[in-house]
């Protein structure tokens, strides 16, 4: 079929006139033409060169509004899932005085990686949002974006990270952490920082929660590509928080675990089948809860994730865990551990975790 053709080829070129696409399928110009003015949702003609190529799939996360990890999975959801779209072009766009949380900051820059990694050409426009811009180039986003990720109006020249980095204690400019040879100093930076903005009190939850996270990614990233971490305080909004973030595009809690059940927890194993919620968010449920799951043949390991839990508990803390289409969330009431979850989400490979500790 001439379209498929037409769209296999713009895939691979875009930007290419109706005569060359007719020359490159060896069929005539005329029928070309036909096909493209007839599937605009499709293809789209650059004003000036005349080119065709590829419709981008345009994502936006609005305008006057804070982007919350629920607002960003909705945005991402109703456009599709770029990762598996057949759109080679994707455009996220930030609109005016759009300020984007750490949480849903984290998300976006792992899916703009993956998307990039996978040979998507993707921009994120930031021309009605330049504070925004600013900010993200400050807390070490655009250190960590690939290069080949388009930035409009254009990529800031100087890092404002690497100049500014460690100079205001409610932040932790996001940490690559290399897989191969992991900087051991960023927990240490992530509870200091955390322990200066909420108090010598959270010293012991801090280092356990952030030292488990981070040896969560990597025990169960299974994969070379690098994670990443980061802190900020919000001491001015409604109330006052505190959100960490540690991320990986690996395998996964669920990713790396479920192969092992039978084998390894077969008494779980059981218990998960007969669960009637999706069988990945069930195992989750099950580290949060109950602990004692590890990939590692170490009797140590596998309980820190609830050990983690337990102080989220004591000091009114929210966890997210956002894996490849699927989020769970855990709250604490009094002693009881409530769970909500969110199936369908669009597609983000690996693990992407949030504290977010409430100090008032």
């Known amino acids: 079929m001439i379209l498929e053709r037409i769209r296999s080829l713009l895939e691979k070129s875009p930007n290419q006139k109706a005569k060359a696409i007719a020359n490159g399928l060896g069929c005539g ?20 060169g005349f080119g065709w ?67 998507k050409l993707v921009s994120v426009d930031f021309q009605s949002s330049g504070s925004t811009l600013t900010y993200l180039n400050r807390i070490g986003f655009i250190d960590l974006l690939r290069s080949d990720v388009a930035i409009l109006p254009k990529r800031p020249r100087i890092s404002a990270a690497a100049a500014y980095g460690g100079n205001n204690d409610g932040v932790v400019e996001l940490r690559k952490i ?17 322990v200066s903005c909420a108090g010598d009190q959270y010293n012991v939850a801090a280092h356990t929660v952030i030292s488990e996270l981070f040896g969560n990614v990597k025990e169960h990233s299974g994969t070379q590509s690098a994670g990443f971490a980061g802190l900020q305080n919000y001491p001015r909004a409604k109330r006052h928080h505190i959100q960490t973030v540690i991320s990986d595009s690996g395998r996964g809690i669920a990713g790396t675990l479920m192969p092992l059940l039978e084998r390894k927890y077969p008494q779980v194993a059981r218990k998960i089948s007969k669960s009637a919620l999706d069988h990945r968010v ?26 983690a839990g337990t102080y989220a508990q004591k000091y009114n803390a929210l966890i997210s865990v956002r894996q490849q289409d699927f989020e769970l969330r855990i709250r604490h009431v009094g002693s009881l551990i409530e769970f909500s979850h969110s199936l369908d989400l669009a597609r983000i490979e690996g693990t992407h975790i949030c504290f977010d500790f409430f100090l008032d």
Not at 31 to 39: C, G, I, R, S, T
Not at 85 to 91: A, D, E, G
């Open 178 to 194: 290399d897989h191969i040879r992991p900087d051991d100093e960023i927990p240490g930076l992530l509870r200091n920082s955390f």
């Open 53 to 119: 190529s590829l419709t981008a799939l345009r994502i936006d996360f609005g305008s006057n509004c804070w982007l919350t990890a629920e607002a960003f999975e909705k945005a991402l959801t109703s456009s599709g899932s770029p990762l598996d779209s057949s759109v080679s072009r994707i455009t996220f766009v930030i609109g005016e005085d759009c300020k984007i949380l750490l949480e849903a900051l984290a998300r976006m820059l792992a899916i703009c990686n993956q998307l990039a990694d996978a040979g």
């Open 29 to 48: 110009k005329t029928e070309v033409n036909q096909v493209l003015y007839a599937n605009q949702d499709t293809f789209a003609q650059d004003p000036v």
């Open 282 to 307: 069930a195992l989750l449920q099950e580290v949060f809860s109950a602990g004692g799951l590890s990939q590692v043949d170490d009797s140590s390991r596998g309980l820190g994730l609830k050990g």
